[in-house]
C-alpha cells in the first residue's frame, strides 16, 4: 500500500491496528494465579495463591468437584479444615472424578473477595484455549 507524503519516493508509513485482548470475566486484580502438582496424599498448593486468601488453621472450607475442576470455598459449616500449610487436600473420591493422579499438574486460581479456590486440571484449561483459539480462527 503506498501512502502520500512519505518523502523521496518513500511510501508513507501505514499505521496497523492494535490487538484488543478479549474481554475478561473479571479484572485481572480480583483473581491470584498459581500452579501446583497434585502430591500422593492429594495436597496441592502455591504459596501466593493460598497467602491472598487469607485463611487461617481454623478455618473450615467446603469442597467440591465437577468436569475436572474442583472448588473450595470458605464455609463456617464446611467438612474440611484448612490446616496450618499452605495447601489444599483434596479428597481421593474428588480426585477420582477430576482425574487427578499424583504428580498432575492444576491451575490453581484464588478469588480473596469471593473466600474460593479452584483446581483446575491441564486438562479443562487446554480445551477452554483450544475453543478460544478455534472461536478466533473461525472468524467467530
Do not use: F, N
Not at 483473581?31 to 478455618?59: F, I, K, T
Amino acid at each position: 500500500m503506498t501512502g502520500q507524503g512519505g518523502g523521496r519516493g518513500r511510501p508513507a508509513p501505514v499505521q496497523l491496528p492494535l490487538a484488543v485482548p478479549p474481554d475478561s470475566p473479571a479484572p485481572p486484580s480480583e483473581l491470584v494465579y498459581g500452579m501446583g502438582r497434585v502430591d500422593a496424599s492429594g495436597r496441592v498448593g502455591d504459596r501466593d495463591v493460598m497467602r491472598a486468601l487469607g485463611r487461617r488453621p481454623a478455618d473450615m472450607l467446603t469442597v467440591t468437584a465437577a468436569r475436572g475442576v474442583v472448588l473450595a470455598r470458605l464455609d463456617p459449616a464446611g467438612l474440611v479444615p484448612v490446616g496450618g500449610s499452605p495447601h489444599l487436600t483434596i479428597a481421593i473420591a474428588l480426585r477420582r472424578r477430576c482425574g487427578l493422579e499424583p504428580g498432575s499438574q492444576v491451575l490453581l486460581v484464588g478469588h480473596p473477595d469471593a473466600q474460593m479456590l479452584a483446581a483446575c486440571s491441564l486438562a479443562v484449561v487446554d480445551r477452554l484455549v483450544i475453543c478460544q483459539m478455534a472461536a478466533r480462527t473461525s472468524g467467530a
